[in-house]
């Protein structure tokens, strides 16, 4: 048997339950299989595929009605091969651990893409925070940590927000914290600015999404946002950033979307009203209060049948499958930079670089959020406050020198379009060299 087949029989064993962690895991191995000596790096492998600890446990809190609720609670810490456990915690229904498994092994190769000093992990509950008041969110937050912060630390693993964690629950969870364990700001990113917060880290993956992108589009088309129709699924952090940044550059968003359907206007959607809708957690209908004549479908992945230059799937995994891809080529996209963790199945991603469309994976083009969370490490360490201009600029570096890296591997497998290899390939060489040279 060949070695790759063996890993993933021995994977399969302990794992065959977990089918979005082994297909995480496999997409990896089929792709860097041809460009790695998988005989001679066989344990590495198995290593790095494996997360280093798991914490499970049930929370119980009470509703505002008295009712006692139970939830799950989880932490995956993956690797801590480059530095401190750090990645988002996930509040949402759909939470379990084979997804959390999955986007814990993705943030180690991310973390490690960026040349940071950061490890991976992820983590979160099957806790669903829309329509709860801040009393429930805060009485949650406390018993969520109760059982939490005995596995955090500043120099051990750091938290941030993911889906359905905004900065005031950070607040939240930080205060519970605190109350626990002492102060320690350097425990979380993503705080409130004046609980130790960095400015702009709620701006910053929305922000890098759209330099990296602005990056490629120079570097293989010569082009850049001016004039270019953009689809933006979700409406949240990293969505909603994003948005704001293509119009700053002269593009124009012309839809966007929620879990309950998407707007479409050909001339351009006005981004701080849907910012303001989903601020007051309203549904993206509402959207047509105020301009009646926007186009609505009750149905999300509607989005993708519209004609545009450049997509930037920000709302969650496996959004486009390989049917929405097909009608993105059909439609003359040109690039699809993914702002959201794994929103292309394999299949469609496949497809689009097939096609000759500059696709760039989540694992590089939506860095910029942990990258910001690193700096806000950083000023908290040296008690500091950096400006916005100052945080910016640093973003901007972090994500060109993202690029130059994948595009130079790229071009060094002579597969200049296949971005997504060479984003594995980066990563996985900067965490092999930290176990063979330390
Ligand atoms: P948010 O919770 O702020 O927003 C998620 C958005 O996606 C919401 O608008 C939500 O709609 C929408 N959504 C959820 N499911 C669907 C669906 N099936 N179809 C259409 N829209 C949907 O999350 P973030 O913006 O923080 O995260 C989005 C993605 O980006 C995730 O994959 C996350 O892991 C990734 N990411 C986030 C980072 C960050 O810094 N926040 C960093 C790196 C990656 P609704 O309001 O109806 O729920």
Redesign the pocket.
Known sequence: MHNIDKIKKEFLKKYRSQKLYSKTVFNFLDLVNQYIDVDNDYHVIEQLIEAENVVEFDVFWENDKGKIVKNKGYRVQHSKLLGPYKG?L?FHPTVNLDILRSLAFEQSLKNAITGLPLGGAKGGSDFDPKHKSDDELRRFCYKYMESLAPYLGHDYDVPA????VSNKLIGYMYDAYRKLKGDDPGVFTGKPISEGGSILRPE??GYGLVYIAESALKHYKNTDFKRKKVLI???????IHAAYKVCELGGMVVAM????GVIYNNQGLDVSYVDEI?TKDKRIHAYLDKYPQTFFSAD?KHIWNFKADIALP????N?VQLVDAKKLVDHGIIGIFE???MPLTKEASDYVIDQGVIFIP?KAA?AG??SVSYFEMVQNKLKQQWTKEDVDKKLKDVMTNIFNNIYKEAERINQKMRLDIASDLVGYKRLRDKILKG
């Open positions: 988002g996930r927000g993911d889906i359905g910053a993956t699924s979700g409406s949240g952090n990293v969505a979307s929620d879990s309950s989903k999300s920000s709302a969650t995994q959004e702002g959201a963790n989540g939506n959020g942990v």
